[in-house]
């Protein structure tokens, strides 16, 4: 499961190494959470921050887990036609709407 850039990680940071193949891992790992998540609730959709919510209450990730990590996750998959971006709108995190995605 690769985006089409054949990366999961998006390396802002410039690793390299033994510490990138260890972030592309974790991001890999995270990336396959959220779609089995998707797969387990076709035919509902969720904002990033109900996601992040339902897998640390599902014990998949902790709240160490950075948002972001879901939301680069949501991207890729979405970019690899797994699931898609909605028109329905629900609050996030701070209260702003936010679109929810769906299981194609």
Known sequence: MENETGLNFYNTIAI????LKDAETKAKSQQ????????ENKGKS??????????INAGKIT??????????AINNLT??????????KRPGLYKQLNLTWEKC
């Open 46 to 55: 969720f904002t990033p921050y109900e996601v992040y919510c339902n897998l």
């Open 32 to 39: 396959k959470i959220v779609l089995d998540f998707f797969t």
């Open 16 to 19: 390299s190494g033994e510490p």
């Open 63 to 72: 709240q160490l887990t950075p948002i972001t990590s879901i939301r680069r």
């Open 79 to 88: 970019l690899e036609c797994h699931i898609q971006k909605t028109t329905k």
